[in-house]
């Protein structure tokens, strides 16, 4: 029974090492994952040479259809990431064009206002910690 125990827990921690192994960051060619899902239904289905044949051609164009999905995402993502920067730099410049114009005491009450937009900004925020906040302390709120 130890023997069986110990043979199931190295079996477990084999297999759980071997997933937890990296691909090296690189993802299977199209071609790779629709031949591996197509062995995959030939084995459980019984397929026929003919079958297996019709069937690697629809995984085939679908796993380039969803490549191209994925990548056209991935471009997405980063024109907007770098749209954002874009627009963080932009807003950075402003500012520091506005703090050369205002007095020492301006500047004070500006970065205070700012902050105070902050804080209202996050008010609609889940989870967000803000310090007087007015929806706290209203009757009926728990």
Known sequence: ??????????????????MAQKRDGERPSAEDRAKRNTE???EELNLT???????LAINLEYAKKNEAEMAERKAM??????EMEA???????QDAKIQAVLTEE????????????MNDRRRGRPNAQIE????KGRKGDN
């Open 106 to 117: 301006q500047r004070a009450k500006w970065t205070e206002i700012k902050a105070e937009k």
């Open 87 to 93: 627009k963080r730099v932009q807003l950075r410049e």
């Open 1 to 18: 029974m130890k023997k069986w125990i110990f043979a199931t827990g190295l079996m477990v921690m084999i297999s759980l090492s071997t």
């Open 40 to 42: 995959r239904i030939a």
């Open 49 to 55: 040479d003919a079958q297996k044949e019709q069937v």
């Open 77 to 82: 993502m980063e024109a907007r990431k770098a």
């Open 132 to 135: 007087n906040d007015p929806r």
